[in-house]
Each structure stands twice: as structure tokens, then as C-alpha cells.
């Protein structure tokens, strides 16, 4: 792909320097294997000096080279010895060191200096309030040391940690600790030992003032693992749910995986500047706060289910990631897509499977669907990238996932289980490719996935067009497939597409059980006798395959399936095909009143039925009662225009809170007499609490605020308090700045509620949320250092269609602002900003304009990141 420059610009400023692009097809095997790693630290806020030593000895397997390249980024090279003799004659390419080696084997020593104060890109050794900890995947060990910081080079280390006793009491890395004592000095030092070979991204240390939340697990052959959860002291209270959920994991992985662990301790740390969701080091796990801390009183239900998922995936990570590590880092997949799966079949077991695919599949089509439409396309196995911390994506760890849940779904569970055990038995050890992971399907659980393998080298979610027609006794459907063009793939062919179906006896009400179709080719046409008159087909069942469903059938079919579908998923689905459906229809030629009416008729037979099924528990009736959000709206469009979904959506929202108005102010009361509890019946009511607020305040909004007012008064949990808050935040009044001033006080010093607070606000509803973004940028509170702060703000302000694509372009210009703020100290949070302006080719052209001007006065920054710089140029395609 070529740099969209204004070729006027050419003389006037220099051009940044390109930064290259990395192939797959480009892969050689590194000339040196690294059996050992030495390290040593001598910590220091300011400046910390490390010593490496590296064992090397030629590969076999690869093409001789009389030297070693070490990767390297911003560390300081104090000197280089080989086979302990200084040595001069080493070179420079760019960030990476050269050293020149003529034998078979070789000892390399490295002396780099780094401050890890002034490291705000939070990648490498970095501070987070006066503690010391490091974030390596996917290359920030080289920020380090000097080093082959490559995934397909594994090797044991030993590390020896020295700092001050009192400003760094705690010193943890990964593996076990073997030795520890003080020093002169008022110092000390540990020294630990990994007997597990590991690429450097695995990499992890801590030092600092920490204390640990601690317990024990026996696994299954009787081995008995300490288990920490590392936080600030008066983070302890709030640990317990994370200590419970890594149990619940190591279980589970038993269990169902047959997974067992294979170290004698396990230690997670919470960390408040970092830039993703956790890191899965070998033995120590980082966490970002967020993902670890929670009580009642501060974290959502949806918070505690949060936590439970992700220390699930990093713990599961232990085998699908570092006993199977990746070969080069266009195998992302092989570890996130599986891993992700592995935590999502676990959160099924754990808080019910309907709720959690429901979950699942929102994700997908609010984060992956845009981006697969999009110029950021790629495959969940890329081919290129410049910097590959952009390709940690929806595509990568979601339509991963689900491209193995499909090898799941084809399979059956227990072939899938035959399956992953021969993955892990054969490549144990190894870093592996994702067809290494195909392979191991096929041949442990007998599938032919030839044509399959076209779901790693193909972009773009497939479409399926769905025809059922009946004569005589036969229903006949027609299945026909489509895959999009995607930036670079302007031909597709036909991928296998696993759908579950059920065609239901409309009178009846019942289906003669369901069956897993794969369409193989471009049109399938099946045919099923017996049928009397015309079945209504529910299609997709359990959301078996990530497509997207274009099917042709009479409003009636999809009330019915809403209605009494036995399948949860296929029920949530009919109920947003109607709404969708109405929607797209309302913003294309406009309707006509008697069009209008029946389409809302139609909609608020399933809407009353769903609020009145006594059978259905809350949980799915939450679920079952949301609108399909702004976002997949606008997916659905060609081109689309943000400023009429919005008035269009919550029109409809307003309509159905009014024509059921009494019973959702009945359900409102039920629910809220449900005391206090974890138990998912107690959960689902506060579900479906603030859901039918939602409603009420679209209908009657001064009554309403006063409902919300009692209900934020009344709370005696975070769920119902946010629920509450985010609801008066979308409306006028003094019971709006009243509570959100409650809020801040109540949790000033709190910096996880602290960020809810500016996330209400930023995502409001209230007509003028983008002015309240700009206030809200100069609040004391706010600071461009910390990432969970920046998105708290900013990655709810993008996903505020109102307030984000404002007519006036200013909502861009704001994003802009912040990007091109932020590049220089935190690249790669950054850079993540910048797919929200990357969708103006799907805007209506007044926008699209106002977007790709934005983006264009990114592309001339003077200096930018190869983070931003690479998403910008692909965004201005
Ligand atoms: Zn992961």
C-alpha cells in the first residue's frame, strides 16, 4: 500500500521517515539458537543498568551468518563482550546491533542503561506510581537489552533483581524464586530461575511496594501451586473475586482442556498505567487494575464478568500461548483467536450459555464487523504490517475465535477435544504456525479443512443470502455466499459456512429438531419434505458461523421466532432483525404512515411478549429487551448518516417506552425489590432494571429522572448506581448535576470509578455531550499519562455517535487533536483512536469530507509514530 502524501507538501516539510513493511512470506529461521539468558538489574526509578548474557549456538536449521542481530530500542549500549573479551568491531543497522561471531557458540554479554521514569509509552521497563514493571509483547523486551526479540527464539532465564529494600520490598519475575537476601546498603536483591523455555515477549519483573491476596491450588496430578494477587495496600479488599476466578480457571482447564499447570507458584499484579487489558508473562501474569480489582460497591456485574474472562484467558494462555508459543507474529491468532475462544466457552460454563453468546456476538458485529468492512481489513493470519501492535484486534482475537468455534461446531465437542490434545501434544514446546493448529484438526479430529484454511488468508465477513420458498410438501432453501472485497483481496472465493438450522411447524410451534448444514460453495440449495404448509426457518442457531444473515422472509416469521424460538440466540437475533429491519427501511426511502405503523406493530408484539414471558429469567429478558446499537446500524447501511439513525433510533425507543409505559414502570418496581446478590437471578434484575429505565426516560424523561434519582439514592451496589447515573447524564436537570457531583465525591481517589464518571458523561445521551468531552479534557482529573484515563474519556466520546459525528466536523477535529497530543507519549494507545475516523468511505459525503480532512492533518504531522503513521495511511487508503 503507497503513502497518500499531498504531493505539494514534498518540498515544503521533510518526509517522515517510512517505516517499513514486514511480510509474512519474508520468514527465515534465526541463525542462532539462545539456549540461556542471563539477566541482571540493578533497579532504579530513574536509571536502571542491566547486564545480559547470552549463550548462543549456530541453528541447524538455518542459513549461516557470521553474526548475531540483537533488536533494540531506545536502550542506552554501555558494552559488549563476546566470550568475555570486550569487543569493538560491532555495528549498527538501524535500531538493532550487529556483533560479529565466527564459531559455533558463543558468549554474549550486553551492558544497557534505560530510565524507566521517563518511559511513557508503558512498553518495556516503564514506573506506574513508584513501582517498577515491564510489558514486552509483542517487541519491548529490546527496549531492555539488546536481543533476539523474536517469538521462534525460546530460552531459560535466570535473573538476578537488586534495588533499595524500602522503595522496592517486592521483586518478582517469571518462574520460581530461588534465592534472596539483603544487601549493604539498606538493598537487596531475588534471584529467579524459569525452567521453562520462553520467546522474550513472555518476559516479566516487578519491583515494588506490594502485598498479596494469597492462597493455594492443587492441581490435578496433586501438585499443590501458591497463587498471588500483587496489589497497592489498599487494594487488598478488593481482590478476592480475581483470586476466585483464577481458581475457577485452573479447574477448568483441567476439566475441559485436560490443561494442567506446570510451575509451583502463579502470581498475578495489578498495574494503573498499561496499555491493554493483561499480559500473560510465564508465571507472572500484569494486569491492568481494571481487570483485577472489584467489590460491590465499586465494580458493574458486568466488571465481576469482565474480571472472571480475563484472567481466565491469560491463565489459559500458560498453554495456548506459552507452552505453545507463535512462530513469527503473524501467527497472533494461533494464541488469541484460541485463547479467546478457550475464555469464552469457560464464561459460558460459568454464567450460563445463552447470555454469553448473546454477549459474544454484540462484540463481534460492534468491533470486528466495522472493521472488516473497512480500509483496516485484514485477515485473522495478515500478510503484512508495519508495526504489528495495530494488529491486536477485533479481527485477530474475535473472528479468531469464532473461526474455531466453527472447527468446533463441525467436529463436535469431542472430536474438538481429540483435536486440541494432539495440537498440544505435538507442538508442545515449539513455536507454532496457525496451519501447524489446522493440521491438528484435521488429523486428530478427522475433518478435511482444506477449503477451510481460506478463514485465515481471506478478509471480510462473508455474506449469506437466505430464500425459503414451499410447494406441495416441500420447503426448499436457497443459501447463496458471498465474500466481499477487502484492501487488497478484490476476489474471494467460496468459504465453508457451518449453519445450525430448525424449521419450525408454525402452528404447532415446534421444530422436528436441528441439523448443521455447511454451505460449501457459492449457492447451496437444500430441500426437506413434509411440510404441509410453509415452515419458518430459524437459521444460524447459537450464532454457529461469524456471517451475516440477509434473509428474505415475512415480518410475521421473525415476531414468531422472537417470540417462542427455543434457541436463546436465534430469539435475541429475530428480535434485532425486526428492529434492524424497520430501521434500515425508516432511513432508506423514508415510510409511509401505514408502512411506519406496522412495522412498530410489529416490533411491540415481540417487545410485549419478551417483557411478559414469565418463563424467560431476567438475564435474557435484558438481553432480549436492547436495541441494536447505532453502530451495527450504520453497518448496515452503504452509506450512512449518524444524525438520522440517532433520531430514528431513539424515536423508536421513545415509541415503545410510551406504548408500554405502564408495565415497564411495573417491571421497574418488581425488579427493584430484588435484594442485593451475586446470584444471577439478582443479577438479571438489575439487568432489566436499568434497561427498562432506559425505555422510560425516552418516553417520559422528567418522570423518569426522578426514578433515576430514587434508584441512584437507593443503590447499594455499583450496577444499579451506574445505571441510574447514566441515564440522569442523559437528561436535563438538577437531578443530573446532582448526581454525578454525589458520584465524584463519593469516589474521588478511586481512579477505576473516577473513569466511569468521565465514561457517563463522554457517552451521554445529552444534546451537548461533545461540549461536556471538551470540559471534561481539563478536569484535574484528567491526564494524558494514564491509557485506562484516555479511553475513559476518548474511546467513549468515538463511540457517542452524536456527539462524536456532529455535523460541524468538530467531534473529528477534537479526536484529531487528542491523536496527534498523545502520539509522542503513548504510540500505541494513540493509534488505537484512529479507526473511528478511518470509516468516512460509509458516511454520508459532508462527513466524509470532514473526516478524511482530519486524518490528512494527521498524515502531515511532522513527526509520527510508526503506530499512527501506519494506521493513517491505511485509513486514507
Ligand atoms: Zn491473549
Redesign the pocket.
Known amino acids: 500500500m503507497d503513502v497518500a502524501r499531498n504531493p505539494e507538501m514534498a518540498d515544503a516539510a521533510p518526509t517522515p521517515h517510512e517505516p517499513p513493511v514486514i511480510r509474512r512470506e519474508d520468514y527465515t529461521p534465526f541463525p542462532w539458537l539462545v539456549p540461556e539468558t542471563r539477566l541482571h538489574f540493578d533497579l532504579g526509578l530513574e536509571a536502571t543498568r542491566v547486564v545480559s548474557k547470552l549463550t548462543v549456538a549456530r541453528n541447524a536449521k538455518a542459513h549461516r551468518v557470521d553474526s548475531i542481530r540483537l533488536n533494540g530500542d531506545g536502550a542506552e549500549l554501555a558494552s559488549v563482550k563476546v566470550d568475555g573479551e570486550p569487543i569493538s568491531d560491532w555495528t549498527m543497522d538501524g535500531d538493532d546491533l550487529i556483533v560479529p561471531l565466527s564459531g559455533d557458540a558463543h558468549e554474549i554479554e550486553i551492558a544497557t542503561e534505560i530510565a524507566p521514569s521517563a518511559n511513557s509509552q508503558l512498553m518495556g521497563l516503564y514506573a506506574s506510581n513508584g513501582m517498577l514493571c515491564t510489558q514486552c509483547e509483542a517487541e519491548g523486551f529490546r527496549r531492555i537489552t539488546f536481543y533476539p526479540d523474536r517469538p521462534d527464539v525460546l530460552s531459560t532465564y535466570r535473573v538476578r533483581m537488586e534495588g533499595d529494600a524500602q522503595q522496592f520490598p517486592i521483586l518478582l519475575c517469571n518462574g520460581n524464586k530461588e534465592t534472596e537476601g539483603a544487601l549493604d546498603g539498606g538493598r537487596h536483591f531475588a534471584e529467579w530461575h524459569d525452567p521453562w523455555p520462553k520467546p522474550s515477549y513472555l518476559f516479566a519483573m516487578v519491583a515494588g511496594d506490594l502485598v498479596a491476596n494469597s492462597s493455594t491450588f492443587t492441581t490435578m496430578s496433586g501438585r499443590q501451586v501458591e497463587l498471588n494477587v500483587w496489589v497497592r495496600e489498599g487494594d487488598l479488599p478488593r481482590t478476592e473475586h480475581a483470586m476466585e476466578s483464577l481458581k475457577k480457571s485452573m479447574q477448568w482447564d483441567e476439566e475441559v482442556f485436560g490443561r494442567e499447570y506446570d510451575l509451583d507458584l502463579f502470581n498475578i499484579v495489578a498495574v494503573s498505567d498499561f496499555n491493554m487489558g493483561a499480559m500473560?508473562n510465564k508465571g507472572l501474569n500484569v494486569f491492568n487494575t481494571k481487570y483485577v480489582l472489584a467489590d460491590p460497591d465499586t465494580a458493574t456485574d458486568a466488571d465481576f464478568d469482565a474480571i472472571e474472562g480475563v484472567i481466565a484467558?491469560?491463565y489459559f494462555?500458560n498453554w495456548s500461548?506459552n507452552r505453545v508459543t507463535c512462530r513469527d507474529w503473524f501467527q497472533l491468532s494461533l494464541?488469541?483467536g484460541f485463547?479467546?475462544l478457550r475464555d469464552q466457552l469457560f464464561s459460558q460454563d460459568m454464567q450460563g450459555e445463552a447470555v454469553k453468546r448473546i454477549e459474544d456476538v454484540r462484540i463481534l458485529r460492534s468491533a470486528q464487523f466495522p472493521e472488516d468492512s473497512g480500509p483496516l481489513a485484514h485477515p485473522i493470519r495478515p500478510d503484512s504490517y508495519r508495526e504489528i501492535s495495530n494488529f491486536y484486534t477485533a479481527t485477530v482475537y474475535n473472528k479468531g475465535a469464532e473461526v474455531i468455534r466453527m472447527m468446533r461446531s463441525m467436529a463436535g465437542p469431542k472430536a474438538f477435544r481429540q483435536a486440541t490434545d494432539l495440537y498440544f501434544d505435538r507442538h508442545d514446546g515449539e513455536a507454532a504456525t496457525c496451519e501447524d493448529f489446522v493440521k491438528a484438526m484435521e488429523d486428530g479430529a478427522g475433518l478435511d479443512l482444506s477449503q477451510f484454511r481460506l478463514w485465515y488468508s481471506q478478509a471480510g465477513t462473508p455474506k449469506v443470502d437466505v430464500t425459503l420458498s414451499h410447494e406441495g410438501d416441500i420447503a426448499t432453501l436457497t443459501l447463496r455466499q458471498t465474500v466481499p472485497a477487502t484492501p487488497g483481496q478484490p476476489a474471494k472465493l467460496p468459504m465453508p459456512i457451518p449453519l445450525r438450522i430448525a424449521l419450525f411447524d408454525r402452528e404447532k410451534g415446534t421444530h422436528a429438531g436441528e441439523q448443521l448444514i455447511v454451505i460449501d460453495r457459492a449457492e447451496k440449495v437444500l430441500s426437506f419434505e413434509g411440510f404441509a404448509a410453509a415452515p419458518v426457518l430459524s437459521i444460524n442457531r447459537g450464532y454457529t458461523a461469524p456471517v451475516a444473515i440477509e434473509r428474505h422472509v415475512p415480518r410475521e416469521d421473525l415476531v414468531f421466532l422472537a417470540a417462542q424460538d427455543d434457541d436463546s440466540f436465534a430469539r435475541y437475533e429475530a428480535m434485532q432483525e425486526l428492529v434492524v429491519g424497520h430501521l434500515v427501511a425508516a432511513l432508506g426511502d423514508g415510510l409511509s404512515d401505514s408502512d411506519r405503523e406496522a412495522g412498530q406493530e410489529a416490533i411491540a408484539s415481540a417487545f410485549g411478549a419478551i417483557i411478559a414471558d414469565e418463563a424467560l429469567d431476567d438475564s435474557m429478558r435484558g438481553e432480549l429487551m436492547m436495541l441494536p446499537s447505532q453502530t451495527y446500524l450504520m453497518e448496515q447501511m452503504l452509506v450512512a448518516d449518524p444524525g438520522r439513525i440517532h433520531v430514528e433510533r431513539e424515536s423508536l425507543k421513545a415509541w415503545l417506552g410510551n406504548r408500554f409505559l405502564s408495565q415497564l414502570e411495573a417491571l421497574h418496581d418488581r425488579v427493584s425489590a430484588v435484594p442485593y446478590s451475586m446470584e444471577s437471578a439478582a443479577r438479571g434484575a438489575r439487568k432489566v432494571k436499568t434497561q427498562a429505565l432506559v425505555y422510560l426516560a425516552a418516553a417520559a424523561p422528567e418522570a423518569t429522572a426522578e426514578r433515576a434519582w430514587d434508584q441512584f439514592n437507593a443503590a447499594d451496589n455499583m450496577t444499579d448506581r451506574q445505571g441510574a447515573l447514566m441515564v440522569l447524564a442523559g437528561l436535563e436537570g438538577v437531578d443530573r448535576t446532582n448526581a454525578l457531583l454525589d458520584f465524584y465525591n463519593r469516589y474521588q481517589g478511586n481512579e477505576l470509578v473516577i473513569d466511569k464518571w468521565f465514561t457517563l458523561q463522554a457517552l451521554s445521551l445529552h444534546p451537548d455531550a461533545l461540549a461536556h468531552v471538551k470540559a471534561l479534557a481539563k478536569h484535574k482529573d484528567f491526564t494524558l499519562r494514564n491509557p485506562n484515563r484516555v479511553r475513559s474519556l476518548y474511546m467513549a466520546f468515538a463511540g457517542n455517535p452524536h456527539a462524536f459525528h456532529v455535523a460541524s466536523g468538530e467531534g473529528y477535529r477534537v479526536l484529531a487533536d487528542l491523536i496527534l497530543a498523545l502520539d509522542p507519549i503513548n504510540p500505541q494507545t494513540a493509534a488505537r483512536f484512529v479507526p473511528a475516523l478511518g470509516r468516512w468511505r460509509r458516511m454520508e459525503p459532508g462527513r466524509a469530507a470532514l473526516m478524511r480532512t482530519e486524518l490528512e492533518r494527521i498524515a502531515a504531522a511532522e513527526t509520527l509514530s510508526r503506530d499512527t503513521f501506519e494506521q493513517v495511511t491505511r485509513s486514507l487508503g
Request: glycine share 12%.
Open positions: 500473560e484467558h491469560e494462555h500461548g494464541k488469541e485463547t479467546v
